[in-house]
């Protein structure tokens, strides 16, 4: 087996992302129990915030999963998890809330997530290409090869790097609606925030490791010039 000494990097990042994920769940797991003021299911919540804001186009529908709630901007449609769908907690309020701030991002023609869409297939066949392409280049000397890959790499940053002021700014939209709209109150909004906060980090988690493996890739090409 080939062993490539740049993994040992990888273990910060993944102690990060583990944590990440500990932070969500650990938030969604106890906001879940916590039922909302106002005994509203994320539908019910997601279609008033969809109302208000004259989407009635954007349709709103249960999927399988669990937190596998996103927005497809593609058939204008917020797919709710069945637990936030039919759940009336502070957590299912948030996540609706915040698929539906991608919703109003699409509608309002938020630069980052337009940008975000168009780079979402390079990243997709760089991702896939990058370490291949390096492995090889480093079996056979040839830092070309290597090069290639980095340079497809960087639709993978880019893609994390303007995810995150994408998924920030629709929790801030989120936060902002149903405080608006009098979905929550003040101690719930708070509470929303820590649900939304913690699942950001997964995606700062993400992009951490991006960076990572970009930084991989460079010392592979310094290996295959030895």
């Not at 896939?128 to 497809?152: D, E, H, K, T």
């Not at 719930?188 to 991989?216: C, D, F, G, H, Q």
């Amino acid at each position: 087996m080939f062993w490539d000494p740049t993994f040992l990097l990888l273990i910060p990042a993944m102690i990060f992302a583990f944590y990440a994920q500990r932070r969500v769940s650990s938030a969604y797991g106890k906001y879940s129990q916590v039922g909302n003021m106002r005994g509203m299911t994320g539908y019910q919540a997601a279609r008033h915030i969809l109302h208000a804001n004259g989407l009635t186009e954007v349709s709103v529908e249960e999927v399988g999963g669990k937190l596998s709630d996103h927005y497809d901007p593609r058939d204008k449609t917020v797919r709710l998890s069945s637990e936030n769908y039919h759940q009336p907690s502070v957590a299912a309020l948030s996540i609706a809330a915040h698929e539906v701030g991608h919703a109003l991002q699409h509608a309002q023609g938020y630069a980052p997530l337009k940008l975000r869409h168009s780079i979402l297939p390079v990243s997709n066949f760089g991702s896939m290409l990058a370490f291949p392409l390096a492995i090889i280049g480093l079996l056979f000397s040839a830092p070309s090869l290597i090069s290639i890959g980095i340079l497809v790499f960087t639709a993978v940053i880019a893609f994390h790097l303007v995810t995150l002021p994408v998924e920030f700014n629709a929790s801030s939209r989120a936060i902002e609606q149903l405080t608006r709209h009098g979905l929550v109150a003040e101690r719930e909004a708070r509470e929303a925030k820590k649900v939304l906060n913690a699942a950001a980090l997964t995606y700062v988690a993400a992009a951490s490791m991006a960076v990572v493996n970009l930084i991989r890739l460079l010392i592979l090409r310094n290996m295959a010039d030895d």
